[in-house]
């Protein structure tokens, strides 16, 4: 297994990015539930004629699509290791939990985050966003919320984030039982950054108005373009009116570990909580989100809860006081650390921070290829690794819907779409770390083939 598996990295740029589905393969996955075994050596068999093919392709360097990493080998190796030891980190007292820890200790490092800051690894930043939503309710409304309710104090909490953040900021407010329409999506400038004076009027309005502004939400990183908020902007703002100061910062956040984005980052060693993804533009395999809270206590004041079978002691498995079950809704947690530490020690955080600024060079290539095509058009600032352009065309959104999924199918590279200023644009988020300048002129020349077609 281990050797097919490295072949198969060694040579994915000579497959495709991504392959439609044969139907009899799904059908294969209709199968009934196996009463008896079977042979191992034929269920690889099986995986690699069913499943590789059309794996979803973000390993491949020709991938572009959404925000996805592209892993690492090493990282893969570690998965297998924690699945050997198979521990649960939802407590106790044993090393798995001491490893996930020391990521604690270096995210702090990392964000300037003091010693008492608190965090867990999570499945991704829509549950580290979530964590975070409901860690300000308390620190807005007192722990009391646990029992009464969102609703006890009579007064309607609001939130603020940018009309360019990611939909899981909506999700999370709704799913803390707050309502969406209790999120401002705030104006952006012509940078995709949140309009400072927008948001402290939309404050004043919901004051005067009878509602308890609670929450901002900032971008390091939006997903749609790559813009960040004026953090420290956002960070005077949310000090001046008392309010928690969340920052998403799914993938832009790690962008600290170059030298050429962690400028942009100014102002998110202020944030009350951050969330990200080891698993963006980290590398790390997935899934490895984080989240980070300045005040462990109030975290903690958000989910640990007594139960009997859950006792702690001083001495034996059962001992120490801090599980990291009281920092979020998870019991059963898996070791995400130890993919996480390996990564983050085998490669050094010098180097990741490479990858990081060598796909935000490959995004400028991208960019100026574009901007020498009469054809093709730039449709936002391109502000890190992200390329949104289009095909000039009588009917630009169909055909650029159509060259998008004609470059999928064809398996060379694999781009995304979006939406920017009402236009639908071809994306190219450029995070895996096997990317290079071949992948860029293929993506070039592969729209203006398919353009060409397309526009008719
Ligand atoms: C990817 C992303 C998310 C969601 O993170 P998951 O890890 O997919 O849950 C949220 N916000 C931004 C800006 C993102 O890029």
Redesign the pocket.
Same mark, same amino acid.
């Given at each position: 297994m281990l050797d097919d598996m490295f072949d198969y990295l060694e040579h994915i740029r000579e497959r495709k990015v991504w392959q439609p589905i044969p139907d009899e393969t799904r059908a294969n996955f209709r199968a009934p539930l196996p009463r008896d075994p079977t042979d191992v050596a034929e269920l690889h068999q099986q995986f690699l004629r069913d499943v590789v093919p059309s794996a979803s392709g973000n390993t491949h360097p020709g991938f572009m699509g959404?925000?996805?990493g592209g892993g690492n080998p090493v990282g893969m190796l570690a998965e297998m290791l924690a699945a050997g030891l198979n521990a649960n980190l939802g407590g106790r007292d044993h090393m798995p939990i001491e490893v996930e820890r020391q990521i604690l200790h270096w995210a702090r490092a990392l964000f300037g985050f003091p010693e008492g800051a608190s965090g867990i690894f999570v499945? /991704?930043?829509?549950? !580290?966003?979530f964590i975070s939503v409901l860690v300000a309710r308390t620190a807005a409304l007192g722990p009391e919320v646990r029992r009464k309710g969102v609703n006890f104090g009579g007064k309607r909490l609001s939130a603020y984030t940018s009309a360019s !953040? $990611?939909?899981?900021?909506a999700q999370a407010i709704d799913l803390a039982g707050l309502g969406r329409d209790s999120l401002h999506a705030v104006p952006v400038d012509a940078n995709h950054r949140i309009d400072l004076a927008a948001l402290e009027r939309a404050i004043a309005r919901d004051r005067a108005h009878g509602s308890q502004p609670f929450l901002i939400v900032g971008?390091?990183?939006?997903?749609d373009i790559g813009a960040t908020d004026d953090l420290d902007g956002l960070a005077d703002i949310a000090r001046r009116e008392g309010l928690w100061f969340h920052i998403?910062?799914?993938? /832009?956040a790690l962008g600290i570990l170059s030298d050429a984005v962690a400028p942009r980052l100014k102002g998110i060693e202020r944030a009350d909580s951050l !969330?990200f993804?080891f $698993?963006?533009w980290a590398q790390v395999p997935y899934?490895a /989100?984080f989240v980070l809270v300045r005040d462990g206590e109030i975290h903690r004041s958000t989910f640990a809860a007594p139960a009997v079978y859950l006792r702690r002691e001083t001495r034996g498995l059962a001992a120490g006081p801090d599980w990291p079950c009281d920092y979020g809704p998870d019991l059963s947690r898996g070791f995400r650390a130890l993919k996480t530490w390996f990564t983050l020690k085998a490669y050094g955080t010098r180097r990741l921070g490479e990858v990081i600024g060598r796909s935000c060079e490959l995004a400028r290539l991208l960019a100026s290829g574009i901007e020498a095509a009469p054809e093709l058009e730039l449709l936002a600032p391109v502000q890190l690794n992200i390329v949104c352009f289009g095909y000039r065309c009588a009917d630009p959104d169909r055909v650029n819907a159509a060259i998008t999924v004609s470059l999928q199918e064809q398996g060379k590279v694999a781009p995304s779409t979006t939406t920017v200023n009402g236009k639908l644009a071809i994306r190219a988020a450029i995070f895996n770390h096997r990317t290079d300048e071949r992948d860029i002129e293929a993506l070039l020349e592969g729209t203006l083939f398919f353009g060409r077609r397309l526009a008719g």
């Open positions: 959404w925000v996805q499945t /991704g930043t829509s549950m !580290a966003n !953040a $990611h939909g899981c900021v971008t390091a990183g939006t997903v998403d910062g799914a993938f /832009g !969330a993804d $698993h963006k899934d /989100g």
